[in-house]
């Protein structure tokens, strides 16, 4: 299996555009997480699914953040309008079990930088 | 409030030698305790997951020790390679969250 498969590896925009990650999960896998990793508060999660349902989106930012899953193989975290404060690693992971039961699989992160 | 507190926060060693990471949690209800590798530019990867009656796991060169009654977590690193050099993550399983560390950082030297 490839792992969890993220794009773009790098992001540069403007402040004010749309962007969107994507995530593909490890094949099997029933959920999948997005998290922000910064310097200053580490790895934060944002929000996670369960067989394409989201389930705790607590630590979306606002509501210039959505994410949808629209089949078990397939994600997407937007930003819209994006602002300098976004700027961040975004990592996408997957696992088979519930977040507390099982260990997660991160794939390589999306660098953003808002101008 | 549920904090996960890793020591130190950078580390610099020469090949070779052993070394020793700190966690020490404050967290309510604890399920398990896990330990991620991150290494420059990748996503972390897991090293050990450790439940409340376990009080050590080995990885390989890695070691993690779990004292559940002083809230304390180390993972110890023997003869290290220069392959080491990332971050290591204390990752503490309070169902239904998990409490991130903030890392510490390995320097592995020639």
């Known amino acids: 299996d490839a792992g969890v498969i993220q794009s773009p590896r790098h992001e540069v925009t403007e402040m004010g555009q749309e962007v969107t990650l994507r995530c593909k999960p490890i094949?099997?896998?029933?959920?999948l997480f997005w998290y922000r990793q910064t310097m200053m508060r580490g790895l934060e999660l944002l929000i996670y699914?369960?067989?394409?349902?989201?389930?705790?989106d607590s630590g979306m930012p606002e509501d210039r953040f959505s994410a949808k899953m629209p089949n078990a193989s397939f994600s997407t975290l937007k930003i819209q309008p994006s602002e300098p404060r976004d700027s961040a690693v975004y990592f996408c992971?997957?696992?088979?079990?519930?977040?507390?039961?099982?260990?997660?699989?991160f794939g390589s992160g999306t660098q953003l930088s808002v101008l | 409030k549920n904090q996960v507190e890793q020591s130190p926060q950078s580390l610099i060693i020469l090949e070779g030698k052993n070394c020793t990471l700190q966690?020490?949690?404050?967290?309510?209800?604890?399920?398990?305790l896990r330990w991620y590798k991150q290494d420059t530019g990748r996503g972390p990867v897991s090293l050990t997951i450790?439940?409340?009656s376990e009080n050590t796991k080995s990885n390989g060169r890695y070691t993690a020790t779990l004292d559940a009654d002083t809230k304390q977590s180390s993972l110890h690193i023997t003869a290290s390679q220069l392959s080491d050099s990332a971050s290591y993550i204390c990752?503490?399983?309070?169902?239904?969250?998990?409490?991130w560390g903030l890392g510490t950082s390995l320097a592995v030297n020639p």
């Open positions: 992971a997957s696992s088979l079990m519930g977040p507390n039961n099982e260990k997660l699989f």
């Open positions: 094949s099997g896998h029933d959920y």
């Open positions: 699914f369960n067989n394409n349902v989201p389930i705790d």
């Open positions: 966690c020490n949690y404050t967290v309510s209800p604890f399920s398990n």
């Open positions: 450790m439940t409340f």
């Open positions: 990752v503490v399983s309070s169902p239904p969250k998990l409490i």
